[in-house]
């Protein structure tokens, strides 16, 4: 046991902790029943027993826990949290038949969004999206990650990620930023994806770089999206500048832009619903994160599931977040997701619960700092009044985290 002496800024007792850290506490959820945590500094400085609580440990502040369950805050590892309008019409389309794809080929979709963002002031994007953020705050969110991918041309992509650079100033959360200007093809650009490319590519990619505005680029590698050797540009421009990678991928077919994707080292890659054995395969071999999104999938009342079972026995780490967008997964509870990836996909609550914790921050390549309780890890802990972890997923009737931390802060 670490020995630690002196003034700490927080200790909270008498809580039972899922660190949801394999290599701590017991069972799946790494359990410490009746524990402590100490704060020092924005950082966890020390877990365990009560019964081991060093007695030399001065905190300035204490929090007696009340028996409830400690958490690490949620992550919501991709969103696209940021755009203008909604798309109700179109919902009510695909109930009399319509397809995604068919309503995206005429114009619709993924455009219909874009023509609203575009309209938009940068006032007006912030104020629309923020009922989103505090909506996924308010369940004890501490890190998402926002995409753009709703302007499609320089100006409006640098819309979008200055109101989630805004919004990140404005509440004590942890924003990533995603470049995603390879959504769709823009009509100005109809019939020329591959100089679209080049304009996301030397264009749009080196500025947004430069201004700090994004740490990823993502792709929406798809036959209505982009193909692979246009997938392929865009990631090799994104690595000559540093950034990370993601890939919206195998969502609609089999796309093979997982094996593309891992062979850049991509942080993680999302959907899935069409993956292959290649695919997975490819997934095994790399460090990349299989992503879930079953809002989409209910959304879109899709019926090819992803391959989960494959995905477990090939031990890939499977995080899930909301896809929180208008068009096919307009829901801002990670509480839902976890419930749709149990009932939908198979997972367990346990799994799930790792999905939006320990394996979300692996996809945003912060799991040295945050998705764990862990000494030296980032205090970013919920407090839930629940009597076991499974309830995140299974009992969706009004909790709220009783206590949220950020960076060791109450908020
Ligand atoms: N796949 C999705 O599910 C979102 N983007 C993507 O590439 C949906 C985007 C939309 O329909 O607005
Ligand atoms: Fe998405």
Same mark, same amino acid.
């Given at each position: 046991?670490?020995?630690?002496?002196?003034?700490?800024? @927080?200790?909270?007792?008498?809580?039972?902790?899922?660190?949801?850290?394999?290599?701590?506490? $017991? =069972?799946?959820?790494?359990?410490?029943?009746?524990?402590?945590?100490?704060?020092?500094?924005?950082?966890?400085?020390?877990?365990? !027993?009560?019964?081991?609580?060093?007695?030399?440990?001065?905190?300035?502040?204490?929090?007696?826990?009340? =028996?409830?369950?400690?958490?690490?805050? %949620?992550?919501?590892?991709? $969103?696209?949290?940021?755009?203008?309008?909604?798309?109700?019409?179109?919902?009510?389309?695909?109930?009399?038949?319509?397809?995604?794809?068919?309503?995206?080929?005429?114009?619709?979709?993924?455009?219909? $969004?874009?023509?609203?963002?575009?309209?938009?002031?940068?006032?007006?994007?912030?104020?629309?999206?923020?009922?989103?953020?505090?909506?996924?705050?308010?369940?004890?969110?501490?890190?998402?990650?926002?995409?753009?991918?709703?302007?499609?041309?320089?100006?409006?992509?640098?819309?979008?990620?200055?109101?989630?650079?805004?919004?990140?100033?404005?509440?004590?959360?942890?924003?990533?930023?995603?470049? @995603?200007?390879?959504?769709?093809?823009?009509?100005?650009?109809?019939?020329?994806?591959?100089?679209?490319?080049?304009?996301?590519?030397?264009?749009?990619?080196?500025?947004?770089?430069?201004?700090?505005?994004? /740490?990823?680029?993502?792709?929406?590698?798809?036959?209505?999206?982009?193909?692979?050797?246009? /997938?392929?540009?865009?990631?090799?421009?994104?690595? +000559? %500048?540093?950034?990370?990678?993601?890939?919206?991928?195998?969502?609609?077919?089999?796309?093979?832009? $997982?094996?593309?994707?891992?062979?850049?080292?991509?942080?993680?890659?999302?959907?899935?619903?069409?993956?292959?054995?290649?695919?997975?395969?490819? @997934?095994?071999? +790399?460090?990349?994160?299989?992503?879930?999104?079953?809002?989409?999938?209910?959304?879109?009342?899709?019926?090819?599931?992803?391959?989960?079972?494959?995905?477990?026995?090939?031990?890939?780490?499977?995080?899930?977040?909301?896809?929180?967008?208008?068009? /096919?997964?307009?829901?801002?509870?990670?509480?839902?997701?976890?419930?749709?990836?149990?009932?939908?996909?198979?997972?367990?609550?346990?799994?799930?619960?790792?999905?939006?914790?320990?394996? +979300?921050?692996?996809?945003?390549?912060?799991?040295?700092?945050?998705?764990?309780?862990?000494?030296?890890? !980032?205090?970013?802990?919920?407090?839930?009044?629940?009597?076991?972890?499974?309830?995140?997923?299974?009992?969706?009737?009004?909790?709220?985290?009783?206590? /949220?931390?950020?960076?060791?802060?109450?908020?």
């Amino acid at each position: 046991m670490t020995k630690i002496t002196g003034p700490c800024d @927080l200790l909270i007792t008498h809580v039972h902790i899922a660190t949801m850290d394999p290599s701590g506490g $017991t =069972g799946s959820y790494g359990e410490i029943p009746d524990g402590a945590v100490a704060i020092d500094q924005g950082v966890i400085q020390w877990l365990g !027993a009560l019964t081991e609580l060093p007695i030399s440990l001065q905190p300035k502040t204490l929090i007696h826990g009340q =028996g409830q369950w400690l958490m690490p805050g %949620l992550i919501d590892c991709h $969103t696209h949290l940021i755009y203008g309008g909604n798309r109700a019409t179109e919902f009510e389309q695909r109930l009399e038949g319509k397809s995604y794809s068919d309503i995206a080929r005429e114009g619709g979709g993924i455009m219909s $969004t874009v023509n609203a963002t575009r309209r938009c002031s940068l006032d007006e994007l912030i104020e629309q999206s923020r009922p989103r953020l505090e909506a996924l705050l308010s369940e004890g969110v501490t890190t998402l990650e926002i995409k753009s991918g709703y302007g499609l041309n320089l100006e409006t992509e640098l819309k979008i990620l200055r109101a989630a650079r805004e919004l990140e100033q404005q509440y004590p959360v942890r924003i990533e930023k995603t470049f @995603l200007g390879a959504h769709a093809l823009p009509p100005e650009f109809a019939g020329q994806p591959d100089r679209y490319i080049e304009v996301v590519c030397e264009d749009m990619l080196p500025v947004i770089a430069e201004e700090g505005l994004a /740490t990823a680029v993502d792709v929406f590698c798809e036959t209505i999206g982009f193909n692979l050797s246009q /997938t392929e540009k865009v990631f090799q421009r994104a690595q +000559s %500048l540093g950034l990370g990678i993601k890939l919206h991928g195998e969502q609609l077919s089999d796309s093979q832009g $997982t094996q593309l994707a891992t062979a850049y080292d991509a942080l993680s890659v999302d959907h899935l619903e069409y993956l292959s054995e290649e695919g997975v395969k490819a @997934l095994e071999n +790399s460090a990349t994160v299989a992503t879930l999104l079953p809002g989409a999938f209910y959304f879109l009342k899709e019926s090819q599931l992803p391959p989960v079972e494959k995905l477990r026995a090939s031990g890939i780490p499977m995080a899930l977040a909301t896809d929180l967008n208008p068009g /096919t997964s307009p829901f801002t509870s990670l509480r839902l997701m976890m419930n749709m990836a149990c009932t939908l996909f198979g997972l367990t609550p346990s799994e799930a619960l790792a999905g939006v914790t320990r394996h +979300s921050a692996r996809a945003l390549g912060l799991h040295h700092h945050t998705g764990m309780i862990k000494t030296g890890y !980032a205090a970013d802990l919920t407090l839930w009044p629940v009597n076991s972890p499974a309830a995140l997923a299974a009992c969706l009737t009004g909790e709220h985290p009783s206590l /949220t931390l950020y960076n060791g802060e109450v908020r």
